[in-house]
């Protein structure tokens, strides 16, 4: 069980926030996730790093600020989200603690087709730019650890949501990012699970490493589509590992609707964010 005091302050934070504050809880959802709630209004953000669009919900009891990884229209792609706006909107929207989905491809033959897993550390090969919000010199900067990227409370707390509603998850994985959009060779497939990745995405670890620069902690269910490429014939297709993804849909939103009912109401987070 997650104990109810497991939240801690940070004293910038709490600069920003009135002590017991309600907390407000973030979900970037991604491939295949598009309906994790009927009729959401969207709203325009303006932030210092451009524009995003966000939308506001009731669910699983709480108020919860939503968004849409890939843009409302569902066509923007990985290596063109702006991932800082993203996570700054939350961030200015009160938002402490962020779930997140991510569609992945299996790197090894036991993590099958269908398995939800509990992201627990990620090895970036991506090489855009901009993963960052301290990029103007004369900034203050802060050179964040990582040494938990992802956050153990809520690693937990999906654990435990997934658990009370009779859902197995598979052993936590390591995540590889990649720039995309095109999908993997056989050989870098064959590297990264040598590396020690489980699974391969485009998107999990800009996530983690913003939310740890703004202070807000973050989860991450992966969504097992398909093996990655090189483990058979068949030919990668997004619309396959959309429509994979859309099949477990429900099952995913069962799970962050109790997830979020889990998190503790007020605090700042898990004491991983320094």
């Not at 959802?29 to 959401?40: F, I, P, R, S, Y």
């Not at 489980?198 to 973050?218: F, H, K, N, Q, W």
Request: proline share 7%.
């Amino acid at each position: 069980m997650i104990p109810r005091g497991s939240l801690t302050r940070d004293s910038e934070a709490a600069a920003r926030d009135p002590e017991g504050a309600i907390v407000k809880i973030g979900i970037i959802v991604g491939t295949g996730m598009n309906d994790l709630a009927k009729g959401l209004e969207w709203a325009e953000v303006s932030t210092p790093f451009g524009y995003t669009v966000t939308a506001t919900i009731q669910f699983g009891g709480r108020e919860v600020v939503v968004v849409r990884r890939h843009g409302p229209g569902l066509n923007v792609p990985p290596h063109l989200i702006n991932y800082r706006a993203n996570l700054w909107a939350m961030r200015d929207a009160g938002v402490k603690p962020v779930l997140a989905t991510a569609a992945v491809g299996s790197l090894r033959r036991p993590i099958k087709p269908s398995t939800l897993a509990i992201v627990r550390d990620f090895i970036d090969f991506s090489k855009r730019g901009n993963l960052t919000i301290y990029d103007t010199p004369g900034e203050r900067l802060r050179h964040i650890d990582l040494s938990r990227p992802y956050c153990p409370l809520l690693s937990s707390v999906i654990e435990q949501a997934a658990a009370e509603i009779g859902v197995e998850l598979g052993p936590r994985v390591v995540y590889v990012c990649v720039d995309g959009p095109r999908y993997e060779t056989p050989a870098e497939v064959k590297m990264f699970a040598k590396m020690g990745g489980d699974v391969v995405g485009m998107t999990s670890a800009p996530e983690a490493i913003l939310s740890r620069e703004l202070d807000m902690c973050y989860g991450s269910l992966a969504i097992v589509t398909n093996y990655a490429a090189g483990f058979g014939e068949h030919k990668l297709e997004h619309d396959d590992v959309a429509a994979a993804a859309k099949q477990l849909q429900p099952t995913i939103r069962a799970i962050l609707e109790r997830a979020v009912a889990l998190i503790p109401e007020t605090g700042n987070g898990c004491g991983s964010v320094d």
